[in-house]
């Protein structure tokens, strides 16, 4: 099934179907622009860009 991530989802919440260190994920997002989404198909190896969550 395939899996969507919104731009400013905490990612350590991701479809446990994911696989990622969880621990490293803390406190992050996906460093794509707001209100996009990244998808992955099932058996799909993809890079992230993820930074912290915050603001300025």
Partial sequence: ELISIGSHFHFIEA??????????AYGMRLNIPAGDILT???????????????GQ
């Fill in 15 to 24: 479809n446990r179907h994911l696989a990622f260190d969880r621990t490293l």
């Fill in 40 to 54: 992955f198909n099932p058996g799909e190896q993809k890079e992230a860009p993820i930074i912290p969550i915050g």
